[in-house]
């Protein structure tokens, strides 16, 4: 999977996790996005070093979606402890 890829998957794992953490975060859409772009490349990362599971090259394999949607997870997790939740 090519970075195009890799950039639409972490669009789309970073709309997920939104999903699963509702709630107003600093930076908007835009932040959120850029959360889990950066996300996915963390996941896959995280899941290549520490579970010795490189992730696949396919776009719809399940285990790379996992790795991308918890790589963004953790990134808006601690995007949130750093920057606080003040617009509620």
């Known amino acids: 999977m090519g970075i195009i890829g890799w950039i639409i998957l972490g669009l789309l794992a970073g709309a ?13 859409l835009i932040g959120t996005t850029l959360i889990g772009v950066a996300g996915a490349f963390v ?25 991308a949607i918890g790589g963004s997870l953790v990134l808006l997790i601690g995007y949130r402890l750093l920057f606080g939740n003040s617009r509620n």
């Not at 997920?16 to 908007?28: E, F, H, Q, T, V």
């Not at 996941?43 to 790795?67: E, I, M, N």
């Open 16 to 28: 997920i996790a939104k999903i699963l953490l509702p709630g107003r975060d600093p930076g908007g």
């Open 43 to 67: 996941g896959g990362w995280l899941s290549a070093r520490f579970f010795d599971r490189p992730v696949q090259s396919h776009f719809f394999d399940l285990y790379t979606w996992g790795a």
